[in-house]
């Protein structure tokens, strides 16, 4: 099979989230198919961040465009030249939308939640995605989504294709076998942290970091010994308004915020936290949930979107509107030893349930289907 991936939308020089982390394990995942051609859609601005060394791979590179709209025009009609000229047979788009035009070739797309119905990313940017989502969801021949909630929200924004749309979960491929225990106390003096610690992410404003602040804040005097919060990913004018709420609730000097932390460092990050903090308003999946239990940390989450599917029972899932009932969780469980061990154990299990080998044999699968449909389509006509 000849199989195109697009990988060009990434910027090296924007949050790299959870998208970016599908992208790179699926497709690292999938190369290990050698009886397959993978043709990588890339930039010249971003084909380091996918640099696979393997002899069934062909990096295909677009001249960067600063200009927004010159760089959507310029995607489209690159990918409808390639296809023709690499004679694929399989389009796969692991985070990003197809092309406006129906591809003239099967295409598969993963879509990971639809945020922007949810809350809003700006007026025009909210059509622009409302229009460019219908045409995917309509043009291309599968979809898959990476939790029932996200398949669901995708067949009440568009009803009608429910047949076509595929759940392949996420995976994870950090465990404590593969960690380094002596880099942990390297990561402490990098960042200066100097007590036990929770953390939170913030890399963007839905996460909900605000709340972990506030619910550290109640906690903090009521704890056993002294704790930091470890708040990562925010930075700009999200990080100035976590600052501002930390001084008002007069923990500041408790909080270590961290902008980015370096890849040798993540699995460090989690080893070393008493607690995951994890109030996110909204979530398609929620990878660094099965992160932080693949790292032994138990998790705090919140009880919406994809959350609860992906945590089951193995974290604690809470309200995000009650403060006090956080709060009441950080100090019960950081004084119980037993619940804590109890969760770390829940958590290696289900962690151990998201795998992204199997996702790719999954994905592999729905590629297979897709071209057995042209074939019978093509013998039908």
Same mark, same amino acid.
């Given at each position: 099979?000849?199989?195109?991936?697009?990988?060009?939308?990434?910027?090296?020089?924007?949050?790299?989230?959870?998208?970016?982390?599908?992208?790179?394990?699926?497709?690292?995942?999938?190369?290990?198919?050698?009886?397959?051609?993978?043709?990588?859609?890339?930039?010249?601005?971003?084909?380091?961040?996918?640099?696979?060394?393997?002899?069934?791979?062909?990096?295909?590179?677009?001249?960067?465009?600063?200009?927004?709209?010159?760089?959507?025009?310029?995607?489209? @009609?690159?990918?409808?030249?390639?296809?023709?000229?690499?004679?694929?047979?399989?389009?796969?788009?692991?985070?990003?939308?197809?092309?406006?035009?129906?591809?003239?070739?099967?295409?598969?797309?993963?879509?990971?939640?639809?945020?922007?119905?949810?809350?809003?990313?700006?007026? %025009?940017?909210?059509?622009?995605?409302?229009?460019?989502?219908?045409?995917?969801?309509?043009?291309?021949?599968?979809?898959?989504?990476?939790?029932?909630? =996200?398949? @669901?929200?995708?067949?009440? %924004?568009?009803?009608?294709?429910?047949?076509?749309?595929?759940?392949?979960?996420?995976?994870?491929?950090?465990?404590?076998?593969?960690?380094?225990?002596?880099?942990?106390?390297?990561?402490?003096?990098?960042?200066?942290?100097?007590?036990?610690?929770?953390?939170?992410?913030?890399?963007?404003?839905?996460?909900?970091?605000?709340?972990?602040?506030?619910?550290?804040?109640?906690?903090?005097?009521?704890?056993?010994?002294?704790?930091?919060?470890?708040?990562?990913?925010?930075?700009?004018?999200?990080?100035?308004?976590?600052?501002?709420?930390?001084?008002?609730?007069?923990?500041?000097?408790?909080?270590?915020?961290?902008?980015?932390?370096?890849?040798?460092?993540?699995?460090?990050?989690?080893?070393?936290?008493?607690?995951?903090?994890?109030?996110?308003? %909204?979530?398609?999946?929620?990878?660094?949930?099965?992160?932080?239990?693949?790292?032994?940390?138990?998790?705090?989450?919140?009880?919406?979107?994809?959350?609860?599917?992906?945590?089951?029972?193995?974290?604690?899932?809470?309200?995000?509107?009650?403060?006090?009932?956080?709060?009441?969780?950080?100090?019960?469980?950081?004084?119980?030893?037993?619940?804590? =061990?109890?969760?770390?154990?829940?958590? %290696?299990?289900?962690?151990?349930?998201?795998?992204?080998?199997?996702?790719?044999?999954?994905?592999?699968?729905?590629?297979?289907?897709?071209?057995?449909?042209?074939?019978?389509?093509?013998?039908?006509?």
């Amino acid at each position: 099979m000849n199989i195109g991936i697009n990988l060009l939308r990434f910027d090296p020089t924007k949050n790299i989230g959870g998208n970016y982390t599908y992208a790179f394990n699926i497709v690292q995942s999938l190369i290990q198919n050698k009886s397959n051609m993978y043709y990588l859609f890339l930039t010249d601005r971003n084909k380091e961040m996918f640099a696979f060394k393997a002899d069934n791979i062909k990096c295909i590179c677009l001249k960067s465009k600063k200009n927004i709209i010159s760089k959507i025009f310029a995607e489209n @009609l690159f990918i409808e030249k390639q296809i023709k000229h690499l004679e694929l047979e399989i389009f796969f788009s692991p985070c990003f939308l197809l092309p406006f035009r129906k591809l003239k070739i099967k295409s598969v797309v993963t879509i990971h939640d639809l945020n922007f119905r949810h809350f809003s990313q700006g007026f %025009f940017k909210d059509i622009y995605k409302n229009i460019l989502y219908r045409l995917t969801i309509r043009n291309s021949s599968a979809i898959t989504t990476v939790s029932e909630f =996200t398949k @669901l929200d995708l067949c009440s %924004f568009v009803p009608g294709f429910e047949g076509k749309i595929k759940v392949v979960y996420n995976g994870c491929n950090m465990t404590l076998e593969s960690f380094d225990k002596s880099n942990h106390d390297s990561f402490e003096r990098r960042y200066s942290i100097d007590y036990p610690y929770f953390l939170a992410i913030s890399h963007y404003e839905h996460k909900n970091a605000e709340l972990a602040i506030k619910a550290f804040a109640l906690s903090k005097d009521k704890l056993s010994e002294q704790h930091q919060l470890i708040i990562t990913g925010a930075r700009h004018k999200l990080k100035e308004k976590l600052k501002t709420i930390a001084r008002e609730e007069k923990v500041e000097k408790d909080i270590v915020f961290i902008d980015y932390v370096e890849n040798e460092y993540i699995q460090s990050m989690y080893y070393g936290a008493k607690l995951f903090l994890f109030p996110s308003l %909204f979530e398609g999946f929620g990878i660094p949930v099965i992160e932080s239990m693949n790292m032994g940390c138990p998790v705090i989450a919140s009880n919406n979107s994809s959350i609860p599917e992906v945590v089951g029972d193995a974290g604690i899932l809470l309200d995000t509107g009650d403060v006090s009932q956080w709060s009441r969780f950080i100090i019960e469980l950081s004084s119980n030893n037993d619940k804590m =061990t109890s969760l770390r154990e829940k958590g %290696f299990l289900r962690a151990s349930m998201f795998n992204w080998n199997e996702s790719a044999i999954e994905l592999m699968k729905i590629f297979k289907e897709v071209l057995d449909n042209k074939k019978k389509e093509q013998k039908i006509g």
